[in-house]
């Protein structure tokens, strides 16, 4: 089937031009596109074509430039999207207002990822014309994208935002990414957490945040499997239904995001072994750690002594852990790249009384860097690979050592060894640590890759933070280190995607405003509720200062009725169909003011928790949470600020 035909198969033709300029009082839109786009073009176009008729309330068509009659183009509005060598409106139209070189003398990912949007006004019998067009594929995607975080309605026909303050004759601008790769990572983990987890998701919500991370601009998704969710057909304690789902629905993701556009980083510890092989072999295999310490199944890489499960056997730790994460590697072989983490959990600082990893520890590091790459080559060989070692700086201090110069100077000359080979290796760091290895990456040449840990998982906040005064400095810091890609972690994404959707916009522009950034998200929302995106936009600026400023100047009691107020006033003017959408907002505004109540009336604590979990508890979002309050009203006295919860 033609890409012509597949647009004509998915399109809900419009049943009469009159008839729509009598229901919108306007001219009817039409998406025009160009007559060989690349598949994920298609796919990005047909979504955007999805949402404009959602927005208009009337089925939106798409034509190619080709087919395009001279009576469409003149009775009609038109949006142009697509990759400008393919669209011959779309080259036209920039031409003419020559934004054809805007990206020429850019960086190659800037030439690839950057686009234009471009809007001539109605004038005369001629409609109106938006333009949104890279010079490549991924530029294309991205225009689509914009479009879908950025139209609005104005009484029946779409505008931007930006519109209403430009010059005479329209308005243009082009956008330029400041990072190659920009990305967001799934700690696929707490099965106990409900639908707020990537552990549970079914297909279509896979679907549905790959969706979130191609409006948001992202170019990969990451995700972490822990052992005890790994699918190792040795480990029956691994090898079970629920596993094996899990494991098929990321596959699925996989290709779903590469036909959205998005590539994505498989990313894994292998010392973090099935927890019945190490239960079984535990006296010979447990590794010296903290992590072990604190019951996680870490061995040591270099254990060699033969262990066993049933009639499955392995000569040492290392032919076990290259036996269980091979398969993982090949469960996941479509992805793009593989990434392994030193050490969260994983790792052995063992002494002489051992296998002295502690001595030797970058040598155990470089050991698995060289064993899973050529497991990795042969199970995709075009994937690229990536050494993961925000957490070694903690384990320096713990173990008083020094490996990491030691390990980057290996990785080093492992690279260069055979400059032929084709060997990428990436180091990711965390952006904010004093102790990141980001620094003397770049000195020696790595590629680097931005690590953003914007909460920790394990406190179990599972409430916005916005942080936005947290990106300004941490995009200081990947300038300073001149990285290439950026990206953060992320679990309870359903009711955390608004940090999410601000971190994007940092990692598409390092120099973003982080209130324009917050203004983009809550317009993205209430589209043209102008009332309502200021009620939202306030809301959300005082829950950024509840959350990370502490007790001392503030009212909490206050603020926090007030964000209840403002988010319910904008939610009661969206509508019950955005009403429901927005749920986790709701319960979070409402959750934010027990909090209030909670810090400025503490004499009220025992009530307030058992209104606060008959709340939680009542919410689809949140149902299957349970921090209580006490321990918010802890965190949010000392504030985000002060410590990551």
């Not at 798409?62 to 060598?85: K, M, P």
């Not at 190490?278 to 006296?283: G, Q, T, Y």
């Amino acid at each position: 089937m033609t890409i012509l035909r597949m647009f004509i198969a998915l399109a809900a033709c419009v049943t009469s031009a009159s008839a729509a300029i009598a229901q919108a009082d306007a001219r009817p839109w039409l998406i025009v596109t160009g007559t060989n786009e690349s598949p994920a073009v298609v796919e990005n176009i047909t979504a955007l074509q999805q949402g404009v008729a959602a927005l208009l309330g009337m089925p939106v068509s798409v034509v190619a430039d080709t087919a395009l009659t001279a009576e469409q183009r003149e009775s009609s509005n038109l949006l142009v999207v697509g990759q400008c060598d393919h669209n011959s409106m779309a080259a036209e139209h920039l031409a003419g207002r020559k934004l054809e070189a805007a990206l020429r003398d850019e960086p190659k990912f800037v030439q690839q990822q950057g686009y234009v949007v471009s809007v001539k006004p109605a004038a005369g019998d001629s409609g109106k014309v938006i333009v949104a067009a890279g010079w490549n594929p991924l530029g294309a995607i991205y225009a689509a994208s914009h479009l879908r975080t950025h139209l609005q309605r104005d009484q029946g026909e779409l505008l931007l935002q930006k519109e209403r303050t430009a010059k005479e004759g329209g308005y243009h601008e082009v956008f330029r990414p400041s990072f190659e790769e920009r990305g967001v990572y799934y700690n696929v983990a707490w099965q106990d957490l409900g639908d707020l987890t990537p552990i549970n998701w079914t297909d279509e919500q896979w679907r549905h945040w790959v969706d979130k991370a191609v409006c948001a601009q992202f170019t990969h998704i990451y995700f972490f499997l822990w052992s005890e969710h790994l699918c190792f057909d040795k480990s029956p304690a691994t090898n079970n239904k629920f596993n094996r789902t899990l494991h098929e629905r990321i596959a699925t993701m996989i290709r779903y995001a590469h036909q959205r556009g998005l590539k994505v980083t498989h990313q894994f510890s292998p010392t973090l072994i099935p927890r019945d092989i190490f239960k079984a072999n535990e006296l010979t295999a447990k590794a010296s750690i903290e992590y072990a310490k604190h019951g996680f199944p870490v061995a040591c890489w270099a254990a060699p002594d033969r262990l066993t499960l049933g009639p499955y056997s392995w000569n040492g730790v290392r032919d076990l852990a290259t036996d269980a994460y091979a398969s993982e590697v090949n469960w996941f072989r479509e992805a793009d790249e593989f990434s392994l983490v030193f050490y969260d959990p994983g790792g052995c600082f063992c002494g002489p009384d051992q296998q002295n990893c502690r001595e030797h520890q970058a040598l155990r590091m470089m050991e698995q860097v060289d064993a899973f790459r050529s497991i990795v080559k042969q199970a995709n060989p075009a994937a690229r690979y990536q050494v993961h070692l925000w957490a070694i700086w903690a384990l320096e201090e713990t173990y008083k050592v020094k490996c990491q110069d030691q390990f980057l100077d290996l990785l080093q000359r492992y690279r260069d060894a055979d400059p032929k080979s084709e060997v990428e290796l990436t180091v990711i760091d965390r952006l904010t640590n004093g102790g990141t290895t980001l620094e003397p990456a770049m000195k020696r040449g790595l590629r680097r890759n931005g690590f953003i840990f914007p909460t920790n998982v394990e406190s179990g906040c599972n409430l916005l933070i916005p942080m936005l005064g947290y990106f300004p400095p941490t995009m200081e810091a990947a300038r300073q280190y001149q990285v290439d890609a950026v990206h953060h972690m992320r679990i309870e994404e359903p009711s955390k995607f608004a940090n999410s959707y601000i971190a994007s916009r940092f990692f598409w522009n390092s120099s973003a405003d982080p209130h324009e950034a917050l203004r983009e998200y809550v317009e993205w929302i209430a589209n043209d509720n102008a009332e309502a995106a200021d009620q939202l936009y306030e809301a959300l600026v005082l829950l950024d200062s509840f959350m990370c400023e502490g007790a001392e100047n503030q009212d909490h009691l206050a603020k926090g009725k007030q964000i209840e107020s403002l988010v319910a006033s904008a939610l009661n003017s969206l509508g019950p169909q955005k009403a429901e959408e927005l749920e986790w907002l709701a319960t979070t505004s409402k959750a934010i003011a027990l909090i209030g109540a909670a810090i400025g009336e503490p004499d009220r604590t025992d009530q307030l928790s058992q209104e606060f979990a008959a709340l939680m508890a009542s919410s689809p979002t949140f149902a299957a949470t349970h921090t209580p309050l006490g321990n918010y009203v802890g965190w949010i006295k000392k504030g985000w600020n002060r410590e990551n919860f």
